[in-house]
């Protein structure tokens, strides 16, 4: 590490915590807390996360990036979140909203953001080193600063549920910085509107809004269906700012709008108001963008926060004329808000932005020395047999263009919510029958979820069409496939609207991965596979050579590529 070096870490201590090492403006580390505790979306201060950075060269005197000017601790496990979406039909929450952005409201986070300088003091991070940057303005960093296209202006859009008690922002990005000109309150939320549905329908709100967009394309009456996503545009208008919208007139604020959603969606099918909340999503975002598109004259567009995490809306926006260009940032949930404050605090000390964003695997690598202790470890049952290869790339394509179900954990672990090759389950996405094995085997995932591919880049346009070309290594973008290729991955597309979210990879990116899928395509013809996360139901993605061990042994995947060891379950004696 030189000594003139910038370096700053970034924190998001709430739902689903994560930490970022940013060197002269450069992400070099990024790592979820969860994939160390091994408990799923674990929040509060990443102390684990934070002793892997430092490891990594951080030293113990930079500066600390925190997103948001406050934390609420001890609210990001499922039942304490199901606990306060059940209140928000409760007469307690009606009563705080009209507090928020008051006296009182400013002395609640005051006292929250002095507990959360004590809970970093304890780890021996003092107040001087925290910088806090609001919320959305993480995210829109996270997007402006990555983006392609550092030399332009850039139209920079964030969306989610709240924080900072804000649901959305409009910025200009240009010269290396962000210029605010619109944002929306928390009580006017749309994020928040979508997760009360996902509540209503039965489903964790903050984690299972995929599964609703998921079950929108069953409904195939199109007049039920804008019919539904009417009845959800009822609630919101415009305001005289096009930039701006608002709950209508009588419509109570998001966060106390349970016992409101209850009475307007009773009686109506499940699936018919996930099918109308989604394309409710998709009209408002294209909408908004469109109007900001018009007031500014960019059309270049950055996006962040987690309502941007919906596919299905990326590629609505994707299609609009008045776009030109548009970058999601990955994984844009508040996770990504780790990279997202230290860029920004990098940026204001100086450092540009490096450029556009690379290849995302920011975590720790496994290695094989780690690899041959933990199947040493494991290996007394006599369940599995592994041995040593010099080209795991081709035995893994071997078994795969064999119709084989292999899991892969290699190299450095990738960030946030998509499995990118380097933590995943792979199959031939020509082989329906590949996702109920999985499920059985592995993911217990519902039965209306689809799965999605990895595929080579440079075949990307045989397999489907994209509005404009726009790059997709992160999963961050929905397509819609072609119909002559559609027999080639259809257990990595949807069964219903044949849309497939894919990763895009390239040698550059992942040299590795992409030399095993061009020995698959040398077998098969085809370059592209289906890539879900390698995990159980319920729990992270695996992180570590010992995971990797232990989600293989409880589970009924028989193949395993662990580093450069080939791993196999050993048939049971009768």
Known sequence: MSADANIVLGVHDGHNAAVALVR?????????????????????????????????????????????????YGQWRREDILEDYGRSSGFSSRIKQPFKGTLLDRVYQRRKAVLREERFGELGIGRERLATVEHHLAHASAAYYTCPWP????????????GDRLSATVSVGERGDLRRIAEIPEQDSIGRLYALVTHYLGMAPLEHEYKVMGLAPYVPAEGKIAGAAEMFEKLFEFTRDPLVWRRRRGVPSMYSAGAFLENLLGGRRFDLIAAGV???IENWLVTWTRNAIRETGIRKVACSGGVFMNVKANLRLLEMPELEEMYVFPSCGDESNSIGAALRLA????????????????????????????????????????????????KTAEKLAQGKIVARAQGRAEFGARALGNRSILARADSPSAVRVINE???????????????????????????????????????????????????AQHPYDSTTRPQEVTAAHNPDYYRLLKEFEARTGEGILLNTSFNLHGEPMVYRARDAVDVFLRSGLEYMALGNWWVEKVAKRA
């Open 151 to 162: 030399d332009e202006p850039v139209l920079v859009l964030t969306c989610d549920g709240s």
């Open 24 to 72: 002269n403006g450069r992400v070099e580390f990024a790592l979820q807390e969860e994939r160390i505790t091994r408990v799923k979306n674990q929040g509060d201060v990443p102390a684990n996360a934070l002793k892997a950075a430092v490891a990594g060269g951080a030293g113990s005197n930079v500066r600390v990036a925190l997103n948001g000017r406050y934390m609420n």
């Open 278 to 280: 989604q394309r409710f």
């Open 347 to 394: 940026s204001q000390m100086g450092d540009a932005p490096a450029g556009p964003l690379g290849p995302i695997y920011y975590g720790e690598p496994i290695t094989d020395g780690e690899v041959e202790t933990a199947l040493t470890s494991a290996a007394r049952g006599g369940r599995f047999r592994s041995f040593y290869l010099s080209d795991i790339e081709r």
């Open 441 to 491: 085997m592995v993911k217990s995932r519902d039965f209306w979820m689809p799965f999605a591919p990895s595929v080579l880049a440079e075949r990307a346009d045989e397999y489907y069409a994209k509005p404009k070309p726009v790059a997709s290594p992160h999963m961050m973008f929905a397509f819609r496939s072609r119909p002559e290729k559609r027999a080639a991955f259809p257990a």
